[in-house]
């Protein structure tokens, strides 16, 4: 179809008013201009803000599996597999992710969780317990420069002040569970009760429970007896406004405050984890789903999550990267590529059930663009 952007390759020109390029015309330069990134880039920057061959190997794999043109599910298949089995080591799956940072302290995050919620951007000595005969010092991995990061947004004090980053714009902000006094962005009770879990007695009213799958956490804050209290987790109920219902949960993937100040936690934009993601969904895309489900297995696994039956392997999948990639900017465009609906089964007053062909799947352009340039057509129905 023709509903593409303009593409302007030339230098900056403001008198000039480009039409939209077809779709099929955009796909090509992106697939060009990645290209040759990946000719251009280097193989390990000297830090994760900066792009790498890795970074522009990942995007293909997504541009190829969304397009779906004939041969792009191989091309899909290969540049993911090549990030996966031959990556420099500076590139690589989270280890352990199920594993306690400090062993000894069954309150300690995971693996997984200090990846994303832990205080510290650089790797950092903990002593546990501070004092006495037992004590061991620890090594926790910082949060930033991460093998699981293929590529991260750099925010620091220079840089926030150029972009505006700060109280209002900002990702911690949108999943911000501090202040009661502002919309923020929750879970449903839905996505949060579909991670296994076992729900425990409440605690002064709180409802606790506990779960395998370091995606979702535990919410028991109290110790009894063999049942030790944990860490928050990154899915938690924690302060909830009562005002929900049912009511939703919060997610601590974008910590405000860290040991380097207020809003400067660099933001994951490309993982590890979706270049293996990507690699199930092009196995299965090219009839191998066999071994599309044993990866995938291996997967959740690896996270304390549920095994799949493969009875349904596109919405296991799907499924999967919707645990593995909440808050992350993925769901929307897994259900666009899929031509798939979007269904909110709750807390919902509007657009509730958008089918999938509908108009709100694309952003419209905005009016005063199209007073300025009269070639720009609107998307249909706007």
Not at 44 to 59: D, G, R, Y
Not at 187 to 216: C, E, M, N, W
């Amino acid at each position: 179809q023709e509903y593409g952007v303009p593409i302007v390759l030339g230098n900056y020109d403001s008198t000039i008013q480009p039409a939209r390029a077809t779709v099929a015309e955009v796909y090509t330069q992106i697939i060009a201009d990645l290209t040759q990134g990946l000719e251009t880039a280097d193989s390990e920057p000297t830090s994760k803000v900066f792009m790498s061959k890795t970074a522009a190997k990942l995007l293909l794999s997504r541009v190829y599996l969304t397009r779906r043109a004939p041969g792009d599910a191989q091309l899909a298949l290969q540049y993911s597999t090549d990030i996966v089995q031959n990556s420099p080591s500076t590139f690589s799956a989270l280890a352990n992710p199920t594993s306690l940072t400090i062993p000894t302290n069954p309150s300690s995050a995971s693996n997984y969780e200090q990846y994303f919620s832990g205080n510290n951007e650089d790797d950092a000595q903990v002593t546990f317990p501070t004092t006495g005969p037992t004590s061991q010092t620890y090594t926790v991995r910082g949060s930033e420069n991460h093998p699981e990061t293929i590529w991260e947004l750099d925010l620091n004090t220079s840089s926030n002040l150029v972009n505006g980053i700060g109280a209002n714009l900002a990702l911690p902000t949108l999943y911000n569970r501090v202040s009661t006094d502002r919309r923020a962005l929750l879970f449903t009770k839905d996505f949060y009760d579909s991670f296994p879990h076992t729900d425990l007695a409440p605690s002064a009213g709180t409802p606790q429970s506990i779960s395998p799958d370091v995606r979702r956490g535990s919410t028991k804050t109290t110790s009894t007896t063999g049942n030790p209290a944990r860490s928050a987790g990154l899915l938690t109920t924690l302060t909830l406004p009562l005002t929900d219902n049912p009511v939703g949960v919060w997610t601590n993937k974008y910590p405000r405050l860290t040991s380097s100040g207020n809003f400067m936690r660099n933001i994951k934009i490309l993982r590890f984890a979706e270049a293996q993601l990507n690699r199930i969904e092009a196995l299965h895309l090219t009839g191998q789903n066999g071994q599309a489900l044993i990866e995938l297995n291996a997967f959740a696994t690896s996270r304390g999550g549920s095994l799949y039956t493969g009875t349904n392997m596109l919405n296991d999948i799907l499924t999967e990267k919707a645990k593995e990639f909440y808050g992350e900017g993925q769901r929307f465009m897994d259900l666009k590529r899929h031509n798939l609906p979007l269904v909110k089964n709750s807390n919902c007053v509007m657009n509730c059930n958008v089918p999938a062909n509908d108009k709100l799947f694309v952003m419209p352009i905005s009016q005063s663009a199209l007073n300025y340039n009269t070639n720009l057509k609107q998307y249909p129905g706007y």
